[in-house]
Nanobody, 119 residues
């Protein structure tokens, strides 16, 4: 079991930047990957970015390199740097942790942080 707490969301103007943080704790030794997802009203939850055990990261295809995921193991925190924000980026952003147990992978979720982009 992994506990995740997101922070850093808020109201920003289009073209601005935000950095989201996700502090994780609990049974962290079997985490194989972490990620950021987002969900807007009436839409499916979608992948924003993931980072694996070895530090390899990728952004969602629709983000076109505007978002960057990173992790600080010493601080037990994963970050999402968001630049050149657009109105369509407005959503609740969720942190996830994938952990192995008995040969299966389980996903834990944080409670989310709201990001609102205005024109």
């Amino acid at each position: 079991q992994v506990q995740l707490v997101e922070s850093g969301g808020g109201l920003v103007q289009a073209g601005g930047s935000l950095r989201l943080s996700c502090a994780y704790s609990g049974s962290i030794f079997d985490i194989v990957a972490m990620g950021w997802y987002r969900q807007a009203p009436g839409k499916q939850r979608e992948l924003v970015a993931r980072i694996d055990y070895g530090g390899s990261a990728n952004d969602g295809d629709s983000k076109k390199g505007r978002f960057t995921i990173s992790r600080d193991n010493a601080k037990r925190t994963v970050y999402l740097q968001m630049n050149n924000l657009e109105l369509e980026d407005t959503a609740v952003y969720y942190c996830s942790a994938d952990r192995t147990s008995g040969g299966s992978v389980y996903r834990n979720w944080g409670q989310g942080t709201q990001v609102t982009v205005s024109s």
